[in-house]
T-cell receptor
Framework: GAGVSQTPSNKVTEKGKYVELRCDPI?????LYWYRQSLGQGPEFLIY????????DSGLPNDRFFAVRPEGSVSTLKIQRTERGDSAVYLC????????????FGNGTRLTVT | GQSLEQPSEVTAVEGAIVQINCTYQ??????LSWYQQHDGGAPTFLSY????GLEETGRFSSFLSRSDSYGYLLLQELQMKDSASYFC??????????FGDGTTLTVKP
């Protein structure tokens, strides 16, 4: 079956611009997670959803970052007033949301802020 | 990844066995997961330990000691395609995972 789909795969934007990153999870997965990964580091947790609600947004670095999942399926990560330090690969994952549920990751969106 | 420690690099030869260690520090621990990530690819799930002991899945095994806050991933009969980064991650609730910074495994012929 289809895996987690993320679009776009690459995004180049200028400092100060607004960007939206989209994630389409595996059908039937109730939990959706956003991570970001910088070169040589592990995925860094940003936020996760159970259904439509953000169950834990403790990893969002500041109020420029916001994510929604209005219908409990597709999610959008929104970054306002982008900064060069936001450049990273943004990974989305989905799961059945149990303690032992493996995360299924998409291929990520590589964001470059110039 | 400050709450997990794993070696940054490991090198081994084809056919060998390699062990990648992971120590963690957290409250609300549910289990330890391992993921593999090839260059430019997505992390893919390898194994999960909730209880102490060894879990075996083909050439890969994973071990957990909750009392020692320690686990390892054991890779046997190494193949060139096993060259990748390996991440340990502890699970808190609802599958939320916190990842270490990864171990880069290089398999040489």
């Amino acid at each position: 079956g289809a895996g987690v789909s993320q679009t776009p795969s690459n995004k180049v934007t200028e400092k100060g611009k607004y960007v939206e990153l989209r994630c389409d999870p595996i059908s039937g997965h109730t939990a959706l997670y956003w991570y970001r990964q910088s070169l040589g580091q592990g995925p860094e947790f940003l936020i996760y959803f159970q259904g439509t609600g953000a169950a834990d947004d403790s990893g969002l670095p500041n109020d420029r970052f916001f994510a929604v999942r209005p219908e409990g399926s597709v999610s959008t990560l929104k970054i306002q007033r982008t900064e060069r330090g936001d450049s990273a690969v943004y990974l989305c994952a989905s799961s059945f949301g149990q303690n032992n549920s493996p995360l299924h990751f998409g291929n990520g969106t590589r964001l470059t802020v110039t | 990844g400050q709450s997990l420690e794993q070696p940054s690099e490991v090198t081994a030869v084809e056919g060998a066995i390699v062990q990648i260690n992971c120590t963690y520090q957290t409250s609300g621990f549910y289990g330890l997961s391992w993921y593999q990530q090839h260059d430019g690819g997505a992390p893919t799930f390898l194994s999960y330990n909730a209880l102490d002991g060894l879990e075996e899945t083909g050439r890969f095994s994973s071990f957990l000691s909750r009392s020692d806050s320690y686990g390892y991933l054991l890779l046997q009969e190494l193949q060139m395609k096993d060259s990748a980064s390996y991440f340990c991650a502890y699970n808190t609730n609802a599958g939320k995972s916190t990842f270490g910074d990864g171990t880069t495994l290089t398999v040489k012929p």
